[in-house]
Structures are given as C-alpha cells and as structure tokens.
C-alpha cells in the first residue's frame, strides 16, 4: 500500500514538473493579451472621446450659425414692419389731412 501511494506520488510529481511550466506560460501569456486589449481599449476611448469633441465643435458652430440667421431674419422682419407701419401712418395721416 505504502509503494502504491509512493508510485503515485512520483507521478504527481512528474506530472506537476510537466505542466507547471505550462501553467507559467498560458498565465503569462494571459497577462500580456490583458495587457494588450487595456491598451486597445485606452485607443479606443481616446478616439472616441476625439470624435465625440469634434462633433460637439461641428454642432456648436451649427448652432451659433442657427442663432446668428435667426437673428438676422428678426432684425429684417422687424425693419420691414417699421417700414409697413411708417407707410400706413403716413396714409392715414394723408387721408386725415384731405379730408380736412
């Protein structure tokens, strides 16, 4: 019984002297791909966060274009109206005058 667990022992520990190294390498190996893909997803962040700063840029600059033609358009839609209500009054002052 005693040589049966001392065979079984020096099995294990051929076995453990077989797959130790192995076991090393696919942890390593594990390391460096996670490694790897940290950086990856630190490239993709970054060009995410580029394109999303560009794009919040490109869509302030609408906005201010927006704003600005908004601007423009009340400003001669107002001086259309002074013109409109200038010309009715002197109409109806004119009418007022020649009825007098």
Known sequence: MEDMFLTLK???EVAALLFLP??????K???????????LEEKVNAEITRRLDLMERKIDN????????????EANL???IDIMTAVLSSMTSNNQSNKK
Request: charged letters at 25%; hydrophobic letters at 50%; glycine letters at 2%.
């Open 10 to 12: 020096v099995v294990l």
């Open 62 to 73: 609408f906005d201010n274009k927006i704003e600005s033609k908004i601007d423009r358009l």
């Open 78 to 80: 107002n001086s259309k």
């Open 29 to 39: 190996t594990a390391t460096a791909h996670g490694k790897k893909l940290v950086l």
């Open 22 to 27: 192995m076991i090393v390498w696919l942890l």
